[in-house]
């Protein structure tokens, strides 16, 4: 079964990056999409980027020009990395599966347990 | 404001039956048929219980079901049980660069 788990800082300086690594185990990373979103405490989803295993990636519009995401194929893990964070940025991150028929996860099937990240000096 | 509009609260008695709706546009829910629902326990990750409008993961009860008329999907959870006590989360594909929508949450209290 495959499980999924986020590792990473719990506080990062603002200004800085944020950097985040999704462990995938039970499974390939070598297919499906896989996904990283996040969530403010108290509030609701946001999808920040999905990568397919070809390394073809998607990044939210908003989180553009701050946003990168690769695989590691070789350690089967995802990774993220956020720069120039603000407290805006501060909220517990996810990674997670992608189910796909359009080319796009349009379903999130597998999540990992999240991990919160604070953004504050 | 979230892009797609949930009720912030319904509630329900235990064996009742409640819907849960997502109201878009015609650029997401109602030109696609990929609407998803989660539902999250607190401290807990979202987890999916509809996809494609209407389909089941393995797993997930029949007393969720899900369904979409023209701009607005609703999640409907009959048979209410106290573990169904959640927020509960729409998402749908959308034909713009954001390409995915998430609703704000709908928080679901079993009297």
């Known amino acids: 079964q495959v499980q999924l788990q986020e590792s990473g800082p719990g506080l990062v300086k603002p200004s800085e990056t944020l950097s985040l690594t999704c462990t995938v185990s039970g499974g390939s990373i070598r297919s499906n999409y896989w996904t990283w979103l996040r969530q403010p405490l108290g509030k609701g989803l946001e999808w920040i980027a999905y990568?397919?295993?070809?390394?073809?990636?998607n990044y939210n519009p908003s989180l553009k020009s701050r946003v990168s995401t690769s695989i590691d194929t070789s350690k089967n893990h995802l990774s993220l990395k956020l720069t120039y964070v603000t407290a805006a940025d501060t909220a517990v991150y996810y990674c997670a599966r992608g189910r796909s028929t359009i080319g796009a996860p349009d379903a999130f099937d597998i999540w990992g347990q999240g991990t919160m990240v604070t953004v504050s000096s | 404001q979230s892009a797609l509009t949930q009720p912030a609260s319904v509630s329900g008695s235990p064996g009742q039956s409640i819907t849960i709706s997502c109201t878009g546009t015609?650029?997401?829910?109602?030109?696609?048929?990929?609407v998803s629902w989660y539902q999250q326990h607190p401290g807990k990750a979202p987890k999916l219980m509809i996809y494609e409008v209407s389909n089941r993961p393995s797993g997930i009860s029949n007393r969720f079901s899900g369904s979409k008329s023209g701009n607005t999907a609703s999640l409907t959870i009959s048979g209410l049980q106290a573990e169904d006590e959640a927020d509960y989360y729409c998402?749908?594909?959308?034909?713009?660069?954001?390409?995915?929508?998430f609703g704000g949450g709908t928080k679901l209290t079993v009297l």
């Open positions: 998402s749908s594909y959308t034909s713009s660069s954001t390409y995915m929508l």
């Open positions: 990568i397919y295993y070809s390394r073809s990636t």
């Open positions: 015609s650029s997401d829910v109602g030109g696609y048929n990929y």
